[in-house]
């Protein structure tokens, strides 16, 4: 297993263009996470996934933003109508919550350019 | 609400000791962990420390934790240039919150 894969890594788009995100954890993770980081920041929280069902999301997640994960395993995000303001690093991790809470391993993230 | 604090940068000679630190307001979280951001790259966690513990120890790493005062601190022992990058401190359990990040420099 290599870790979390987090694809693009880079991404440019037009103000008012979609864009979507792919995560994937590492395999036997049954917890997947989206953050949002801005420059000087550090990562808030977005939304979390325990296999396929999404059990919270934060208020920083507006209708124009959702987020799946079918099939329990890779997750995408997907941000509708793009504005200069979502500019940020998109970060995704997973966990094993069977064994408490030992810490997310996080992707590598993607960096999305509004312009 | 929730937050996290840590001052913001931290400028230290290699081969010193370092010590971040931290301070958070959610006295019920459960746990408590440090990550270090390298540029361009995501967050690596560093350790972590339950609540009911008051220090942990891991090779150069030293967590100390005072849950009356909610600070907790990183100390890194013999700093090498290697460990320059930015450290962040989280609380949480199912959702992380995060302080803003120490910048740490490490110069000869």
């Known amino acids: 297993d290599t870790g979390v894969s987090q694809d693009p890594r880079h991404k440019i788009t037009k103000r008012g263009q979609n864009v979507t995100f792919r995560c994937d954890p590492i395999s036997e993770h049954n917890r997947l996470y989206w953050y949002r980081q801005t420059l000087g920041q550090g990562p808030e929280f977005l939304t979390y996934?325990?296999?396929?069902?999404?059990?919270?999301k934060s208020r920083l997640l507006s209708d124009r933003f959702s987020a799946e994960r079918p099939k329990g395993s890779f997750s995408t995000l997907e941000i509708q109508r793009t504005e200069q303001g979502d500019s940020a690093m998109y970060l995704c991790?997973?966990?094993?919550?069977?064994?408490?809470?030992?810490?997310?391993?996080f992707g590598s993230g993607t960096r999305l350019t509004v312009v | 609400g929730e937050d996290v604090e840590q001052s913001l940068f931290l400028s230290v000679r290699e081969g010193d000791s370092s010590v971040i630190n931290c301070t958070y307001t959610?006295?019920?979280?459960?746990?408590l962990y440090w990550y270090k951001q390298e540029p361009g790259a995501g967050l690596q966690l560093l350790t972590y420390?339950?609540?009911?513990?008051d220090m942990k120890q891991d090779q150069r790493l030293t967590v100390l934790l005072n849950k009356k005062d909610k600070h907790l601190s990183l100390r890194i022992a013999d700093t090498q240039t290697g460990d320059s990058a930015i450290y962040f401190c989280a609380e949480g359990y199912n959702k992380l919150i995060f302080g803003a990040g120490t910048r740490l420099a490490v110069h000869p």
């Open positions: 996934f325990q296999n396929e069902a999404q059990l919270e």
């Open positions: 420390i339950f609540s009911n513990m």
């Open positions: 991790a997973s966990s094993l919550a069977d064994r408490g809470n030992y810490g997310y391993t």
């Open positions: 959610d006295s019920s979280s459960t746990y």
